[in-house]
């Protein structure tokens, strides 16, 4: 087992992930989320181009579909067996996003026919998403973390007590922060596999903060009148190997995952990988810490308040 003084080094931990969440602050403010089809409403245009586009083809689609349609960040994407594509697009009257119109479809497939020396019949299928479904689908993406956060909270306060359920939540918000970070950053469209992916963290790591709380709660009862700061040191030692262990096994499965799997596994996968990095580190290191800040803070409140004796 090791020894290590995780609540004296628990400033340092704060530290890094508030800098990392004022960092995605700042590129949200400044470049925004990069909303999928799914969020903006659209039209998703599939074509068969023969053969497998390179990342530079792949780039002048995207100017192309962004110079005629107008759409900021059009998303290019291989399907299937790579040589066909999904160009998920839109258009701009004043600050409404539209789906393209036959005009503008028209248009933008005829550029691309014309590139790559296509037929009518390559245009496989297109569809249109309203505004009004994305709206809808936005709102209640939002509210389907809000509800599972807020049960989970619940669950936990009858479980275990009040202070470790707010911090456990508190440790799913620093989660959900950091995957959208790397979103944001990186400007990856985020769509409604990504809404299922969160879902699926958010369980994942709440799982792996009851391991630690639990056993928080049995050593308390064990140990009797140990100093806090070490009670929580020692539980956390005794279940760092298993959080670890637990992590690995499940990111080597999403490695292979995203490297071997197709496009739409692809974007399963990422915010999963990405979730289950920061859940495993909130769980030892901020949920915890939160915790123990919180615990610290009320005894010593009690003391405080104890009437002195003459």
Do not use: C
Request: no cysteine.
């Amino acid at each position: 087992m090791t020894k290590i003084d995780f609540m004296g080094k628990r400033k340092y931990f704060y530290i890094v992930s508030i800098l990392v969440m004022v960092i995605g602050l700042i590129s949200y403010f400044v470049q925004g989320l990069n909303y999928d089809i799914d969020f903006t409403g659209g039209t998703v245009l599939e074509i068969n181009l023969h053969k497998v586009p390179t990342a530079q083809e792949i780039s002048e689609l995207e100017k192309l579909t962004k110079q005629i349609t107008g759409t900021q960040t059009p998303i290019v994407r291989k399907v299937e067996d790579g040589k066909k594509i999904m160009i998920n697009a839109h258009e701009v009257h004043g600050k409404k996003k539209t789906e393209l119109s036959k005009e503008t479809r028209d248009k933008l497939f005829g550029e691309i026919a014309k590139k790559y020396n296509l037929k009518k019949e390559d245009l496989i299928s297109y569809q249109n998403v309203g505004a009004t479904i994305s709206s809808e689908l936005k709102s209640q993406a939002i509210w389907a973390v809000v509800i599972a956060s807020i049960l989970m909270l619940i669950y936990i306060a009858i479980r275990f007590e009040f202070r470790f359920g707010t911090t456990a939540v508190a440790a799913l918000i620093h989660d959900l922060l950091i995957v959208l970070t790397v979103y944001t950053l990186f400007k990856i469209p985020l769509n409604s596999t990504f809404i299922a992916a969160i879902l699926t963290v958010l369980g994942y790591s709440i799982n792996d903060t009851i391991v630690v709380f639990d056993r928080i709660r049995e050593n308390r009862r064990i140990a009797g009148k140990m100093e806090l700061k070490d009670l929580v040191n020692l539980s956390m030692n005794q279940t760092i190997g298993r959080s670890i262990a637990t992590a690995m096994s499940v990111i080597i499965v999403l490695v292979v995952l995203y490297i071997m799997g197709v496009q739409a596994i692809k974007e399963f996968a990422f915010p999963l990988l990405i979730g289950v990095i920061s859940g495993t580190y909130s769980s030892i290191f901020i949920a915890t810490a939160l915790w123990f800040d919180w615990e610290l803070t009320t005894r010593k409140k009690k003391l405080q308040a104890k009437p002195k004796r003459a």
